[in-house]
């Protein structure tokens, strides 16, 4: 009866160090290894300068695939502005229930060249994963996206 009492008590304690150590985020992806954090807003401004740079942003959680959670947006510290994280399909999941919530994110910045077709493709594949219409006469030429290749991630929990 005693081993099993201190079988237990190791148990909790190991069990709390863990949870412990895990803090107030669920995390994605590989750790996060870089500290100084970049505005959204510096990187939408001047994203020639940032590109194939990784960077590490934060912001609330927009919205999230609601598909695969391939994707999240994060708001910038400019209302109105936004960034897409995506991700490579199953690589990383980001939770729809990420919404709302903070995220700090790692990666890489790229830039997607679209032609008008290939826009109006993108738009409207957006637009039936959120269960959006989508009007393709709102794109009216070649369109330029600037993006973050997600590498790891940490979104608050409740």
């Not at 990187?43 to 999230?64: N, S, W």
């Not at 637009?127 to 009007?135: M, P, R, S, V």
Request: hydrophobic share 40%; proline share 2%.
């Amino acid at each position: 009866m005693n081993s099993l009492i201190k079988s237990l008590l190791i148990f909790f304690l190991f069990a709390g160090i863990i949870y412990a150590t895990n803090g107030d985020k669920d995390k994605f992806g590989k750790e996060i290894t870089l500290t100084e954090k970049i505005n959204i807003s510096s990187i939408l401004a001047e994203p020639e300068t940032f590109l194939d740079k990784t960077v590490l942003v934060e912001g609330e959680v927009l919205d999230v695939c609601s598909k695969a959670g391939c994707w999240m947006d994060l708001q910038s510290d400019v209302v109105g502005e936004k960034i897409k994280i995506k991700v490579k399909d199953g690589e990383i999941v980001f939770p729809v229930e990420a919404k709302g919530k903070n995220a700090l994110v790692e990666g890489k910045v790229y830039k997607l060249d679209l032609t008008q077709e290939e826009a109006i493709s993108y738009y409207k594949h957006i637009a039936e994963e959120n269960g959006k219409e989508f009007d393709a006469a709102t794109v009216t030429g070649p369109v330029t996206l600037y993006q973050i290749k997600g590498i790891g991630a940490e979104i608050e929990k409740e």
